[in-house]
């Protein structure tokens, strides 16, 4: 015999998705007003937000990017929030700045370590943009990106509290795609430091290419400690051939992609804002 299912409660339905309505209405409603000054004239709306993507051939890169925009949007429903890859999807970021013309943007790399991309393309591409383009720092190291990381783990099936015996057994492959750049690689330690003392266990760093231990060189590192129990934390954006690639070596467990996760539109919208912070103080 099974139990039955509680009365639903129609009227406290109805009475949520009202509420629910209202909110959005009165969210948007307030974005629109505060762009009218007291006199009735437009003030300026804020900045535009780009979100600069590398750019992959797999499909799921591109996917995962427009889901993680659209959490972006109802995080900011009054901020313009647009789209630039570096290569091979488009639009590319040029071509996104050129349509912004002279509209005032912070471009948010969704790269996790400063390399090559975030100190050399990206600013290059704001600078021919005009003064008017701002780069935000990356992704990584954050609290909120280990947060994402955590998150992807658990749904992997780690579990959230180990007796002293798991925990003396178990470590973490923090994956990365790697960078000849050692401020890129003093990231990613960083990362990896975060997450270690997140989860109470050791956590190594990997590479997919440019840097070393390789996943299968850090497995054996966690090995050789008697860390048997190994995870894989995938530490890119979104799916690609180096997530791929790197989730095959794993010995057991592997983590997604960070993804649309809702504490990366967090983090994204933290970098947009400590951008603009930093703009008003310097032109203070």
Known sequence: MTASNPPRDESRFHLDSTAHLMNSISSRLAGRLSL????????????????????????RALDTVRALMERVRRLRPAVPVHLGHIELNEPLLPDTLAALGTTPSVLVPLLLTRGYHVKRDIPEMAAAAGPHARVAAPLGPHPLLVDTLHARLVEAGRRTRMDDATRRTSGVVLASAGSRDPDSTKDTRRTAHLLAARLGVPVIPAYASAATPTVETAVRSLRARGRTRIALASCFTTPGRFATQCAEAAPGMAAAPLGAHEAMADLIVHRYEQTLATALTGAA
């Open 36 to 59: 009218v000054s007291l006199d009735g004239r437009r003030r300026p709306g804020p900045p535009a937000l780009v979100l600069v993507a590398h750019g992959s051939r797999d499909p």
